[in-house]
């Protein structure tokens, strides 16, 4: 078992639409999660990051956690063909400090116009 | 605002030879990281620094090794380069001291081996 996992998509949307991104992830430990989206040939870049259970809201996007579930996801509303990207859930390993951090393999969201 | 800085952004070797990354966090943060990223592939952590001293490590070959200096500046050091290490490598920088745990990533560095 991968220590996070997401779905590989492609994930398609229509512009406007609701777009929801999953990730589960095995240490238990964990405190910091995080999502990134990347361009292809592109840095990630951060989105939002979550350390509680709930929802986290900026703008678009919501991000939510559930420790007991080891789940964490993200929406993003009104989905735009910009948010056509790689979208990369991120998690600081908890019994390292958070010094070490393992991404998933990524998912590929396209909006369509 | 300042970003992470990585140089060169482009570098092209021959196998067997060696190769210099580097990377500038972001002015005050304390801890740089390493990533490989192939294509297609997620990034893959290689090691960290928090306040110059080796923090974590990764799936990091032997061959590669790493420093942060005093200025908080690091250097990923690759020898005896194989076809394989063509990849992305970035840098990402925080400021664990404050707390902060997320990762601001630099634009890459591309490595093309020969």
């Known amino acids: 078992q991968k220590e996070v996992e997401q779905n590989s998509g492609p994930l398609s949307v229509p512009e406007g639409a609701i777009a929801s991104l999953n990730c589960t992830y095995s240490d238990r430990g964990s405190q910091s999660f995080f999502w990134y989206r990347q361009y292809s040939g592109k840095s990630p870049e951060l989105i939002m990051s979550i350390y509680s259970n709930g929802d986290k809201e900026d703008g678009r996007f919501t991000a939510q956690l559930n420790k007991a579930s080891q789940y964490v996801s993200l929406l993003i509303r009104d989905s735009q063909p910009s948010d056509s990207a790689t979208y990369l859930c991120a998690v600081n390993l908890g019994n390292t400090g958070g010094f070490k951090t393992i991404f998933g393999a990524g998912t590929r969201l396209f909006v369509k116009a | 605002a300042a970003g992470v800085i990585q140089s060169p952004r482009h570098l092209i070797k021959e196998k067997r030879e060696t190769a210099t990354l580097k990377c500038y966090p972001i002015?005050?943060?304390?801890?740089v990281y390493w990533y490989q990223q192939g294509p297609g592939q997620d990034p893959q952590f290689l090691i960290s620094?928090?306040?110059?001293?080796?923090?974590d490590k990764g799936s990091i070959p032997d061959r590669f090794s790493a420093q942060q200096f005093s200025d908080y500046h690091s250097e990923l050091n690759m020898s005896s380069l194989e076809l394989g290490d063509s990849a992305l490598y970035f840098c990402?920088?925080?400021?664990?001291?404050?707390?902060?745990?997320?990762?601001?990533f630099g634009p890459g560095t591309r490595l093309t081996v020969l």
């Open positions: 990402a920088s925080s400021f664990k001291t404050k707390g902060a745990d997320t990762q601001y």
């Open positions: 620094f928090y306040e110059k001293m080796q923090s």
């Open positions: 002015p005050r943060h304390d801890t």
